[in-house]
């Protein structure tokens, strides 16, 4: 029988005796905590609208699937944005000039918020394509 390639897992990593039906948890994670610290905790669950085991695994499991910061990726996010913003700018102040009006520092704050919104999303996206035409291309070869 021959598998598909799938672009991602469908088992987790884990050795096969420690496949289980899905939703069923049978780990546990234990640590120790201050009273202070327990209170945080619990008033953050509490904030979430979730027990405090649900906000601590979302939490945990939140905190171990980020990816971990890139450099390169951090400076062409920059440069994305700086390129955005620039073409916006201009293309504001150019519509703004020919109707006779100034552009407004709310206008200029908001183009720049919504270049940092965007910023690492289009990185990630820039080098993606990047790596997979990169990778290609030395195949060709």
Do not use: C
Not at 11 to 32: E, M
Not at 66 to 72: E, G, K, L, S, T
Not at 115 to 123: E, I, N, S, T, V
């Amino acid at each position: 029988m021959n598998n598909p390639h799938l672009p991602f897992p469908i088992l987790s990593h884990a050795p096969a005796g420690d496949q289980v039906k899905p939703g069923f948890r049978p780990k546990t994670v234990a640590t120790r905590l201050t009273p202070g610290e327990l209170a945080e905790v619990e008033a953050a669950a509490e904030n979430a609208g979730q027990s405090l085991a649900e906000w601590l695994r979302e939490t945990a499991l939140r905190a171990a699937r980020q990816r971990a910061a890139d450099p390169i990726e951090l400076l062409l996010a920059e440069i994305w944005a700086l390129r955005y913003t620039l073409l916006n700018l201009f293309h504001e102040h150019a519509k703004t000039a020919s109707d006779g009006i100034r552009l407004l520092p709310d206008s200029i704050a908001k183009i720049r918020d919504h270049a940092d919104g965007l910023k690492l999303q289009r990185a990630r996206r820039i080098l993606e394509d990047f790596l997979s035409r990169n990778s290609s291309w030395r195949s060709q070869k």
